[in-house]
């Protein structure tokens, strides 16, 4: 299993999960069936992240290509979710703007769309933001490793500590999958080559912690690691830029496609 085929795999694991996020009635047998298909994306993607960080030939590179990506994805992430799952219509109240041109009511119409726009963009953060901030935490715990290396017990302590730091991070900004994706990066990290400790840490992460002590469909990820345990180490076609764009480009069009249903 090369780098390109686990791709592969979380992409299609990805489209299948947000066709069921968006076009598919919530709580029916359908919708649990795309959802569940979901679950196996993001593990995947953490895993991939650890192991770009210890085969990439520039941590800060890797970093700016993520942020960027995240940029470029918010707005496509918001219409995509926000717009079809009806947390607000930005574009009614963009329409509503222009229809108020040249009415006294113009103003109030324009501090609307912009408080609503910000309310968005707040909301939830695509799931760039996540790997982001995974990919600096871990760079930071191996700086930490190194530079301890001969007190281990100071090199824990702190690792914790910045665990602890990025998860509330990614709560705070609420990104997808917040604290849990943070968590499911950090056990890649440093659990790395060990798959039944791994697949215990993806059960209590994604059974536990994501289900609220609950089964649900989000224990599904664990399926996503007999794929991961196949991985020869080996690149495979280079698809990075595409495995990027992929993102923000299946968003828009799913939204757009989201459009002939309303």
């Not at 990919?135 to 914790?160: G, P, Q, S, W």
Request: proline fraction near 2%; aromatic fraction near 16%.
């Amino acid at each position: 299993m090369t780098t390109t085929r686990l791709k592969a795999i979380a992409i299609i694991s990805m489209l299948i999960d947000h066709i069921g996020a968006i076009f598919i009635p919530g709580n029916t047998p359908v919708y649990m069936v795309f959802r569940g298909i979901g679950r196996l994306a993001f593990p995947i993607f953490a895993f991939l992240i650890v192991e770009g960080f210890y085969h990439t030939r520039s941590v800060k590179k890797y970093l700016l290509r993520l942020g960027s990506f995240a940029l470029i994805s918010e707005i496509p992430f918001d219409l995509a979710f926000y717009r079809c799952l009806g947390y607000g219509d930005i574009l009614a109240q963009i329409k509503t703007v222009f229809q108020t041109a040249s009415s006294k009511n113009y103003n109030n119409e324009y501090n609307n769309i912009k408080r609503l726009m910000l309310t968005q963009l707040m909301e939830r953060q695509n799931i760039f933001f996540t790997l982001f901030l995974g990919l600096l935490l871990i760079t930071l715990m191996n700086r930490v490793e190194t530079y301890f290396k001969k007190k281990i017990f100071i090199a824990i302590l702190i690792d914790i500590l910045l665990i602890a730091v990025f998860c509330f991070a990614a709560y705070m900004l609420n990104t997808d999958y917040d604290y849990a994706g943070i968590l499911t990066i950090a056990s890649f990290y440093i659990l790395r080559r060990d798959n039944i400790a791994l697949t215990i840490a993806l059960l209590f992460i994604f059974g536990y912690i994501l289900g609220h002590g609950q089964l649900t469909v989000s224990i599904l990820a664990v399926f996503s690691m007999p794929a991961i345990v196949l991985y020869n180490g080996k690149k495979g076609k280079d698809i990075k830029y595409l495995f990027y764009a992929f993102y923000p480009v299946h968003l828009s069009l799913l939204f757009l496609i989201s459009l002939a249903f309303r």
